[in-house]
């Protein structure tokens, strides 16, 4: 065992994990494969093409894979639709081992054919999974011939991988979309930019119906979004993507990359935005307002914040007095959602002792270690044994995380604030800092602890 400043570390874990200290260099490892057959926080590499892609309401989605990877399908995010249900399906070939031998690629033609018949859809993704990275099926080719023969938009979407993880699933989905904005050309829609104020929001999935909480400043700003990528989003809105004049991002972790290519081929300039927190919500409306270049939105904007942030503090100084002093942990996927809880727990009187990510990269870890406190362990890509020694070693009040976090909270006999995709109430904007600090006050308060330990 290895120690940094009495916090003991596995010695092959030591370039994951550090005891923040202020004035050095974080030297964190971060964005490195999970072990193959190691139990990591993470999922694979379909699981993360799946949650970004899924939000989109009239698309059709293939698992050509076995059963078990099509249990990832129904609802698999809080995702709220204006418009069509369908996303909320899914159709697997489930393959067996007579076509792990012999193929599956005419099983995937079926399943295409089928979906023809039935339902008529205009947007198909079909996704590999690691059996059929390992039989060599090709997709690609079974996608293209299928699309050619009924004249509908058929995107395959790369996501096998023993060893990979949800980042590369980020990877896989963001060229299915840029395939799906490219396909706009065989439509004959030429790529145009009005100049008008409209903009790309990438990196909301619509979890609770939070996008239409942060459309409706932007509404009040004057700006319209152009295309949701992904949530509450259609097959046309995101051929329509191309014709934004800005793109903002707000899960960099799955969205980053998108983000650069769309400006790399359509010129579309990109700001890194959070909505999660008073603090973040702010500082990225009028980011957003200034990068229009429009005084007059920039205007309407801090109008907007000051009638706004003037209410929900009133709201939030109940839970403050109820809440100072405790301590929380934090493990989520993105760096962007870890650095906006800080932010939120500060704002409330809690103190971070304990904060991570499944994906954070580099530059989110300086954040990160630039405003937590001194002898907080920062870690990347931990496991449940790891999450429980810190937690237990720095007194944590509330872990705040997903599904996969939520048992072993209550195992340790604490409380819990699940901050995941498979939520129903939203915590963006300033409502959801108001949701977000009475769910915290609920579950840290709860008389249930009287009966623990």
Not at 409 to 414: D, H, N, P, R, S
Request: net charge neutral; with cysteine.
């Amino acid at each position: 065992m290895l120690k940094q400043n009495q916090t003991e570390i596995l010695e092959e874990r030591k370039d994951f994990i550090i005891c923040n200290s202020q004035g050095e260099n974080s030297g964190l490892k971060c964005g490195k494969d999970s072990v193959a057959g190691s139990v990591s926080q993470r999922a694979c590499v379909y699981c993360g093409a799946r949650v970004v892609l899924n939000p989109i309401t009239d698309a059709f989605h293939i698992v050509h894979g076995p059963i078990g990877c099509a249990s990832y399908t129904w609802d698999i995010r809080g995702s709220l639709s204006s418009g069509e249900e369908v996303y909320r399906n899914s159709f697997s070939t489930d393959l067996r081992e007579k076509d792990v031998v012999f193929g599956g690629e005419k099983k995937l033609e079926g399943a295409i054919e089928e979906i023809v018949q039935q339902y008529s859809p205009k947007l198909i993704f079909v996704y590999s999974t690691c059996i059929v990275g390992v039989i060599g099926d090709d997709i690609e080719a079974v996608c293209k011939k299928m699309a050619s023969k009924h004249s509908i938009t058929i995107i395959p979407v790369q996501s096998s991988g023993f060893i990979g993880n949800k980042s590369m699933g980020y990877k896989a989905a963001c060229n299915a979309l840029l395939k799906l904005m490219e396909s706009r050309k065989d439509a004959g829609i030429e790529h145009k930019n009005e100049n008008s104020a409209k903009i790309n929001f990438l990196g909301d999935f619509n979890l609770a119906g939070e996008i239409w909480i942060v459309k409706n400043y932007f509404s009040k700003m004057g700006i319209e979004i152009n295309a949701k990528i992904t949530g509450d989003s259609t097959y046309e809105e995101i051929l329509r993507a191309p014709e934004a004049e800005l793109n903002i991002v707000q899960c960099a972790g799955s969205m980053t990359y998108l983000a650069k290519e769309m400006e790399v081929r359509y010129g579309i300039p990109f700001t890194k935005v959070s909505f999660f927190g008073i603090e973040d919500t702010k500082y990225s409306l009028m980011r957003v307002a200034e990068a229009m270049g429009d005084k007059k939105i920039a205007e309407k904007a801090k109008a907007m914040i000051f009638i706004e942030e003037l209410k929900t503090q009133s709201q939030l100084e109940v839970y403050r007095k109820r809440l100072e002093g405790k301590k929380a942990a934090i493990y989520v996927g993105g760096g962007f959602k870890a650095i906006s809880l800080i932010k939120q727990f500060r704002d409330l009187g809690i103190k971070t002792v304990m904060v991570g990510t499944q994906t954070g990269r580099e530059e989110e870890y300086e954040i990160i270690k630039s405003i937590a406190d001194p002898g907080t362990v920062i870690l990347d890509d931990t496991n449940p044994s790891e999450l429980e020694k810190f937690i237990k070693e720095k007194g944590a009040d509330i872990l705040v995380g997903g599904v996969k976090e939520r048992p072993l909270a209550y195992k340790l006999g604490i409380s819990f604030c699940d901050h995941n995709h498979e939520r129903k109430h939203p915590l963006c904007g300033f409502e959801g800092a108001v949701n977000f600090a009475k769910e915290v006050d609920l579950t840290i308060n709860s008389p249930v602890w009287r009966y623990t330990g």
